[in-house]
């Protein structure tokens, strides 16, 4: 595969209705799915509660506050990773009990490890629309134990 | 009591081969009539066909169909299987209850894929929004994000992975089905000085996606008899589970379905992990394997790499492993996979293994894996025992 092309823009509301996620990201804010009925979150977004299977969910602003559970650089080239190899992909548990799968940009790569706590950052798409992205933070334990 | 009333009653596979320029089509076509002209079964006495859904014709959603006419069969059962690298032992499975519900009398459970030649699947769902533009475009890097996890909690050696590995590539070079590119030997400094794809995974760890084909031929027992078939595998215990821990997102992803299906197909035949004979697992990564020896109970969960280290996984060994060389080993022929460690079980229990024989091999334990879901492990886990 070519790492020639820039990181694309995909399209909202194919698999479910997703339009608050892009909407919140141009606002910088983070929104994820949540079940009104259990007060979880979940994500990839789903057609309905996976917790109750009720379409009783709505989405919510969250904090961008997490740890890393789990952690790679990825080193193959693939379409819209132009200029972006190497290229630090986390599991990142956020405090809201939701796992994203996330880039870690602007990092000393010491302190990328599991358990690292980090915070919400930015990482533009081709059209430069935000996508959510995360950076360790300075008072991170990047030894610190989950 | 473990049914035997459905049998596997022949199999065949074709060489594993990198950017062939056939189709998935193609390949079927060489498979089935391999196994008509071993098994002396008419094209037309086939009324029962499993077809697993390929890369290489992924946009097409009659795909099965479309096989059935290829082939010029008419079958009164067709299933299309979707569940990737467990649609071969599904297919057997699917075509046991079948044969059972009398929907059909003979089956063919055929896989073909030929996505080195042309690669036409479009995974969709969530992946375009919130997966891809993380650059978690195929399993490598999902396969690494569960690597850093599992090290972090249990410790793995990159020596038990290239041990895994090495042992594959020698059965790969008895395999002359195999891949030609694998049929060269592989040392552990080869492993370890192998380029990093996604860390901690190195490409060695990897399979390569191929083109091939395997089918297998089921029928009754009685039925096998009557046309005078004398080599039969029972598969004496089946089970699957898809979407395991799917909607907890807090899971262990280092906790694969296999967890789950493992105590069953124990159970069902009357097995333990030290009554198996062979173990032909699912090996699209070699952490796949090592954390497969866990779930199964060979070895205690954590403890796998010295399992691998302390253990002759050889063809001659104490626990022979992908004695054909596995995926990793003989190469991946797309979503046809599931069938290649099907078959080696099935060739080794009809004591067809040639220089790689597992002697006096009388069962074997055979898995798949499916789909690589957002942020854990595996989509779907199968596994089933076949004994002689």
């Given at each position: 595969?070519?790492?020639?092309?820039?990181?694309?823009?995909?399209?909202?509301?194919?698999?479910?209705?997703?339009?608050?996620?892009?909407?919140?990201?141009?606002?910088?804010?983070?929104?994820l799915q949540?079940?009104?009925?259990?007060?979880?979150?979940?994500?990839?977004?789903?057609?309905?509660s996976?917790?109750?299977?009720?379409?009783?969910?709505?989405?919510?602003?969250?904090?961008?506050?997490?740890?890393?559970?789990?952690?790679?650089v990825?080193?193959?080239?693939?379409?819209?990773?132009?200029?972006?190899?190497?290229?630090?992909?986390?599991?990142?548990?956020?405090?809201?009990?939701?796992?994203?799968?996330?880039?870690?940009?602007?990092?000393?790569?010491?302190?990328?490890?599991?358990?690292?706590?980090?915070?919400?950052?930015?990482?533009?798409?081709?059209?430069?629309?935000p996508?959510?992205?995360?950076?360790?933070?300075?008072?991170?334990?990047?030894?610190?134990?989950? | 009591?473990?049914?035997?009333?459905?049998?596997?009653?022949?199999?065949?596979?074709?060489?594993v081969?990198?950017?062939?320029?056939?189709?998935?089509y193609?390949?079927?076509?060489?498979?089935?009539?391999d196994?008509?002209?071993?098994?002396?079964?008419?094209?037309?006495e086939?009324?029962?066909?499993?077809?697993?859904?390929?890369?290489?014709?992924?946009?097409?959603?009659f795909?099965?169909?479309?096989?059935?006419?290829?082939?010029?069969l008419?079958?009164?059962?067709?299933?299309a299987g979707?569940?990737?690298?467990?649609?071969?032992?599904?297919?057997?499975?699917?075509?046991?209850?079948?044969?059972?519900?009398?929907?059909?009398?003979?089956?063919?459970?055929?896989?073909?894929?030929?996505?080195?030649?042309?690669?036409?699947?479009?995974?969709g769902?969530?992946r375009?929004?919130?997966?891809?533009?993380?650059?978690?475009?195929?399993?490598?890097?999902?396969?690494?994000?569960?690597?850093?996890r599992?090290?972090?909690?249990?410790?793995?050696?990159?020596?038990?992975?290239?041990?895994?590995?090495?042992?594959?590539?020698?059965?790969?070079?008895?395999n002359?089905?195999?891949?030609?590119?694998?049929?060269?030997?592989l040392?552990?400094?080869?492993?370890?000085?192998?380029?990093?794809?996604?860390?901690?995974?190195?490409?060695?760890?990897?399979?390569?996606?191929?083109?091939?084909?395997?089918?297998?031929?089921?029928?009754?027992?009685?039925?096998a008899?009557?046309?005078?078939?004398?080599?039969?595998?029972?598969?004496?215990?089946?089970?699957?589970?898809?979407n395991?821990?799917?909607?907890?997102?807090?899971?262990?992803?280092?906790?694969?379905g296999?967890?789950?299906?493992?105590p069953?197909?124990?159970?069902?035949?009357?097995?333990?992990?030290?009554?198996?004979?062979?173990?032909?697992?699912?090996?699209?990564?070699?952490?796949?394997?090592?954390?497969?020896?866990?779930?199964?109970?060979?070895?205690?969960?954590?403890?796998?790499?010295?399992?691998?280290?302390?253990?002759?996984?050889?063809?001659?060994?104490?626990?022979?492993?992908?004695?054909?060389?596995?995926?990793?080993?003989?190469?991946?022929?797309?979503?046809?996979?599931?069938?290649?460690?099907l078959?080696?079980?099935v060739?080794?229990?009809?004591?067809?293994?040639?220089?790689?024989?597992?002697?006096g091999?009388r069962?074997?334990?055979?898995?798949?894996?499916?789909v690589?879901?957002?942020?854990?492990?595996?989509?779907?886990?199968?596994?089933?025992?076949?004994?002689?």
């Amino acid at each position: 595969m070519a790492e020639t092309e820039a990181r694309p823009v995909p399209a909202a509301n194919r698999y479910v209705p997703s339009q608050p996620f892009w909407d919140g990201a141009r606002e910088g804010r983070l929104m994820l799915q949540m079940c009104l009925d259990t007060g979880r979150f979940q994500h990839p977004p789903h057609p309905l509660s996976v917790y109750t299977g009720s379409q009783n969910v709505a989405w919510r602003q969250v904090s961008g506050l997490g740890t890393i559970y789990a952690v790679t650089v990825v080193r193959v080239p693939g379409p819209g990773l132009a200029g972006r190899l190497p290229l630090t992909v986390a599991t990142v548990e956020l405090a809201e009990g939701v796992r994203l799968i996330a880039n870690i940009i602007d990092s000393p790569p010491e302190r990328v490890g599991i358990g690292a706590a980090v915070e919400l950052a930015w990482d533009p798409l081709a059209d430069g629309t935000p996508y959510p992205a995360f950076r360790t933070l300075a008072q991170g334990a990047a030894d610190a134990q989950d | 009591m473990a049914r035997t009333d459905v049998v596997i009653a022949g199999y065949a596979e074709t060489k594993v081969v990198y950017q062939s320029g056939r189709s998935a089509y193609d390949f079927a076509g060489l498979a089935l009539s391999d196994l008509l002209e071993k098994s002396g079964i008419g094209k037309d006495e086939i009324d029962g066909l499993s077809v697993t859904l390929a890369l290489s014709e992924g946009t097409n959603p009659f795909f099965a169909v479309y096989m059935a006419d290829a082939l010029g069969l008419t079958p009164t059962w067709l299933n299309a299987g979707g569940i990737g690298g467990c649609s071969a032992a599904g297919g057997v499975a699917r075509a046991m209850w079948a044969i059972r519900e009398g929907a059909c009398r003979i089956a063919v459970v055929l896989s073909a894929d030929a996505p080195s030649t042309a690669f036409r699947a479009n995974y969709g769902a969530y992946r375009p929004e919130f997966q891809d533009p993380q650059g978690v475009q195929g399993p490598p890097a999902t396969f690494g994000l569960l690597m850093s996890r599992y090290d972090h909690q249990y410790g793995l050696d990159p020596r038990a992975l290239g041990k895994i590995a090495i042992t594959q590539r020698e059965h790969a070079l008895r395999n002359p089905n195999a891949l030609d590119k694998f049929r060269k030997p592989l040392t552990m400094d080869d492993y370890l000085a192998s380029r990093s794809i996604a860390d901690p995974l190195r490409v060695l760890d990897c399979v390569m996606y191929c083109d091939g084909a395997n089918a297998f031929l089921v029928m009754s027992e009685e039925e096998a008899r009557t046309r005078g078939i004398e080599k039969v595998a029972y598969p004496t215990a089946y089970s699957e589970v898809t979407n395991h821990n799917g909607a907890d997102p807090l899971a262990d992803i280092t906790e694969s379905g296999f967890y789950r299906i493992a105590p069953k197909v124990f159970a069902k035949a009357g097995l333990t992990p030290a009554g198996i004979g062979m173990f032909q697992p699912y090996d699209d990564f070699t952490i796949a394997v090592l954390m497969q020896l866990e779930a199964f109970g060979f070895c205690g969960t954590g403890e796998g790499s010295a399992f691998v280290r302390d253990t002759d996984l050889s063809f001659s060994g104490t626990l022979p492993l992908n004695t054909g060389g596995g995926q990793i080993s003989a190469g991946q022929p797309g979503l046809g996979s599931g069938g290649l460690n099907l078959a080696e079980a099935v060739r080794q229990l009809f004591g067809e293994g040639g220089d790689r024989q597992v002697p006096g091999v009388r069962n074997a334990l055979v898995t798949g894996i499916g789909v690589i879901p957002y942020g854990r492990n595996w989509g779907c886990s199968a596994a089933m025992i076949l004994e002689v």
